[in-house]
């Protein structure tokens, strides 16, 4: 699909498909007009003929100015076309970053990884796991460094996994949940571009009490059920974590994105509509800071 930059009204209809759980969409109606910029109207209809919602999205003034209809942060995700929106989003925001590298922080179960790859693959960049680049320094796993040598010694090697990687371009990193507690990592990770992936606690607990607490190791209680183990442990890790975690260039709230997109449950919001937020946020932050970072690539 191309974008569509002629001023005058189109009108795209487009076959049933999923919004959230229940949702569909039944036809999408884009309308373009010359008010001083481009904007559009993207109409919802779950069923043809019957009651719909319509919503306005301002096409975003990209730093090379890309007349590519993609929503922007505080508007109403339509998930129409992710891939779409996601592919258009990050070629307008890579213009922008200049090879410069993107942090993700937050709580272990936020979703860093399944987002980091997704926009490593639509920004060409290569995807770093820090927990997995320390194990592989170090020839065992997280839990087994934790048990036998402490936390100290594993904080130890995640600041120098995060020096390294700061004097790299071109990847999206995504840090360990306790990566933000020591101030020399944020000297780190300012050669880059930081965002906060902020989750509301249930969500994160939810998450992680399906797939165990075994490989967290900062999570392991004598008793309890797996949701009330995570989510004690996790309420408390927050509370020694949250200021630090503000620090961030940018900050992906799942739970104003899902009021946004009208939908009761965090957990059903695509990670490619949370890696499209991502970009948007970069984007605001690098236009607010005229493009300017600690450091800069030529490619």
Same mark, same amino acid.
């Given at each position: 699909?191309?974008a569509?930059?002629?001023p005058?009204f ?7 498909k ?5 949702e569909?969409i039944?036809?999408?109606a884009l309308?373009?007009n010359?008010?001083g910029?481009e904007?559009?109207v ?11 919602r319509?919503?306005?999205l ?6 090379n ?28 925001v890579?213009?922008c ?32 796991d820090?927990?997995r ?5 170090? @020839?065992t796993?997280? $839990?087994?460094? &934790? ?7 594993f904080?130890?090697? %995640?600041?120098? +996994?995060?020096?390294?990687?700061s004097f790299?371009?071109?990847k ?12 020399v990592?944020?000297?780190?990770m300012r ?11 249930d969500?994160?607990?939810?998450r ?5 607490t075994d ?8 008793? @309890?059920?797996a949701y $009330?183990?995570? &989510?004690v442990?996790l ?7 949250? %200021?630090?975690? +503000?620090n961030?260039?940018a900050?992906v709230?799942l ?7 009208h939908?009761e ?16 946020q ?5 236009r ?12």
């Open positions: 699909m191309e569509i930059t002629t005058q189109s009108a795209l209809t487009i076959g049933s999923s919004i959230g759980r229940n569909k039944a036809m999408v309308n373009f010359r008010r910029r904007d559009c993207i109409t919802i209809s779950r069923k043809p003929n019957i009651q719909s319509s919503f306005h301002g096409l975003p003034h990209s730093c100015h890309s007349q590519a209809p993609v929503l922007e942060s505080g508007d109403c995700y339509t998930s129409f076309d992710e891939d779409w929106l996601l592919k258009n989003k990050a070629q307008e890579a213009s970053l200049n090879g410069r590298s993107i942090f993700l922080v937050g709580m272990m179960g936020s979703g860093k990884t399944t987002v980091g790859r997704i926009l490593s693959e639509a920004l060409g960049y290569c995807f770093v820090s927990d680049y320390v194990e592989q320094a170090m @020839g796993s997280v $839990t087994q460094i &934790f048990e036998q040598r402490g936390e100290s010694f904080r130890d090697h %995640e600041s120098e +996994a995060l020096q390294k990687l790299a371009p071109r999206v990193i995504a840090t360990g949940g306790g990566a933000v507690v020591r101030p990592n944020w000297k780190y050669q880059g571009i930081t965002v906060f992936l902020d989750v509301p606690l969500a994160l607990a939810r992680i009490a399906a797939v165990g490989s967290r190791p900062l999570l392991h209680f004598e008793s @309890g059920d $009330t183990k995570a &989510f442990g309420f408390t890790l927050t509370k020694k974590r949250s %200021e630090a975690y +503000a961030a260039d900050t709230s739970l104003h994105l899902a009021t946004n997109l939908l449950d965090v957990s059903d919001i695509t990670p490619t509509v949370i890696a499209i937020e991502v970009l948007a970069i984007e605001k932050f690098l607010g800071n005229n493009g300017k970072s600690l450091r800069m690539y030529p490619y």
